[in-house]
């Protein structure tokens, strides 16, 4: 209890003087902008953290709404990318013929643009939720399907030597050797991507949806001086969605593949 006790103050310490270490900064620096530099639009440049924290509270419900419309399609595109990428990734493991069919064309997926798909998904598409899954899904295909391939390939030869004197079944090989091996390269795909899932979502939103975090944010851009607590406080909020996609990824990760070192206290010990 008291060691664990230890290990939180040890991670989550550090963190907590660093957050507020930047909070204090940017509030100088405001002030600084505001009052002895008397920058034109202050404000919008570098707004004062007590009036963003104070718009964050007054108008928290229509953020955390709004906030939970971004994220829900991002999710479901992030999945449906995800297992999509999972299947490519093992497929291309199995035939060397499937790989070479396939990797180009997925690589050249990722030449193009994301500003200027979205809004040709949109248009073709014309529903707002179904464009931000489909970018989302769009922009998490490729990591997941990388990372993966990469983990599956990992395999120590010696453990596969084993498994094929023994006459294990190929789909006993996947499940009890790569898949467990293609683990850690999953996550870091997915870690990869969920931020990613959520930007992709905001990006779909910007162009003309009628809900998400994203169209609050264009409106009180529009609006300008007046609304720029409003704006800043939308920037923030679709920050957080991405930094707890990250999070939910990783806290999953450790849940799923607790033999990481990483994961493992000081000592070598589970």
């Known amino acids: 209890m008291k060691g664990n006790s230890m290990l939180v103050k040890g991670r989550f310490l550090p963190l907590l003087v660093w957050v507020a270490g930047l909070l204090i900064v940017w509030e100088a620096l405001s002030w600084v902008l505001l009052n002895v ?8 440049k570098l707004p004062y953290v007590h009036e963003l924290i104070s718009t964050l509270f007054k108008y928290g419900g229509t953020l955390l709404k709004e906030g939970a419309a971004t994220f829900g399609n991002a999710a479901v ?8 990428g999972v299947l490519l990734a093992v497929l291309m493991s199995v035939s060397k013929t499937i790989e070479q069919l396939t990797f180009p064309y997925a690589v050249a997926s990722q030449m193009i643009p994301i500003l200027g798909l979205a809004p040709i998904i949109y248009g073709i598409v014309r529903d707002e939720q179904i464009s931000r899954i489909i970018i989302s899904g769009y922009i998490t295909f490729f990591p997941v399907s990388l990372n993966m391939l990469r983990g599956l390939r990992s395999v120590d030869l010696s453990a596969l030597e084993l498994m094929h004197s023994y006459a294990a079944k190929p789909w006993a090989v996947y499940w009890k050797l790569r898949l467990p091996a293609a683990l850690p390269g999953l996550f870091s795909g997915l870690k990869i991507a969920a931020p990613l899932a959520v930007t992709g979502a905001i990006l779909v939103e910007l162009m003309g949806a009628q809900h998400g975090i994203g169209v609050i944010m264009l409106r009180n851009l529009y609006y300008g001086p007046s609304h720029t607590y409003m704006f800043w406080s939308t920037i923030i909020v679709g920050a957080l969605l991405g930094m707890a996609s990250y999070g939910l990824m990783s806290l999953i990760e450790r849940l799923v593949a607790p033999w990481q070192p990483e994961f493992r206290p000081k000592g070598g010990g589970r």
Not at 37 to 44: D, K, N, Y
């Open 37 to 44: 530099a008397h920058t034109p639009l202050a404000q919008s």
């Open 77 to 84: 595109g992030f999945l449906l990318g995800a297992a999509a």
